[in-house]
């Protein structure tokens, strides 16, 4: 008889998939949101002001969630960097086939 482990996380989560870093970049949004809220304040008294808030913390709460195949936007964009770093071997000549 084999004995089959549980799914257990490594990493503290407060629900699947968000943990401390998800919750450092999502107050970041926030803040950058809250920022945005006070220059607006300056100059206007519109309810535009708290919508920035609300958009920039959803943007980011939707940046570093993972999505149902386990990456989030944060870190697909981080494999496309590096990715585009990489040499990349081309197998075909350019202009043409060579017959």
């Known amino acids: 008889m084999y004995q089959v482990p549980k ?7 407060f629900f699947p998939g968000f943990g401390w ?11 950058i949101g809250l ?3 006070l220059i607006l304040s300056i100059f206007t008294k519109s309810i535009i002001r708290y919508l ?9 709460y939707f940046a570093v969630v993972p999505g149902p195949d ?24 350019q202009g043409g086939c060579r017959d």
């Not at 799914?7 to 989560?13: D, G, L, R, T, V």
């Not at 920035?52 to 980011?60: E, M």
């Open 7 to 13: 799914n257990i996380s490594a990493k503290f989560e």
């Open 21 to 31: 870093k998800e919750l450092f970049f999502v107050l970041i949004g926030l803040s």
């Open 35 to 37: 920022f945005v809220y």
């Open 52 to 60: 920035i808030v609300l958009i920039l913390t959803g943007l980011s």
């Open 70 to 93: 386990g990456n989030s936007v944060f870190s697909l964009i981080k494999y496309y960097l590096n990715w585009t770093k990489k040499q990349k071997r081309y197998l075909y000549v």
